[in-house]
């Protein structure tokens, strides 16, 4: 899966709730959540596809929680509780 696959994903799966965007960086692009008027970090994504858990707006929490090859759309919630170990 590609990042912009994985977007359009949690854009379908949250439609009407939240909107998913993303800004790239040198090294990560941040997946961004809006909704109710705010913004906040969803997520992290690498170059090598690894999903980090924000540990602020600007940088990822230590530890890859999840792959793009890998990830379980299933189990994913807008509240990130699908990157806690």
């Known amino acids: 899966m590609t990042i912009r696959e994985f977007i ?3 854009n379908t799966k949250f439609t009407g709730s939240y ?5 790239s960086g040198s090294k990560y ?9 705010s913004r906040s ?3 992290f994504i690498d170059g090598e596809g690894n999903i ?11 530890g890859v929680r999840s792959t793009l ?13 699908w990157l806690y170990r």
């Open 29 to 37: 692009t941040r997946v961004i959540q809006s909704g109710t008027g």
């Open 52 to 62: 980090y858990k924000p540990d602020s707006w600007k940088r990822p929490a230590k």
């Open 41 to 43: 970090a969803f997520c």
């Open 19 to 23: 909107h998913f965007e993303t800004e």
């Open 69 to 81: 090859a890998t990830v379980n759309l299933v189990n994913i919630d807008p509240y990130g509780g």
């Open 8 to 10: 359009d994903a949690l």
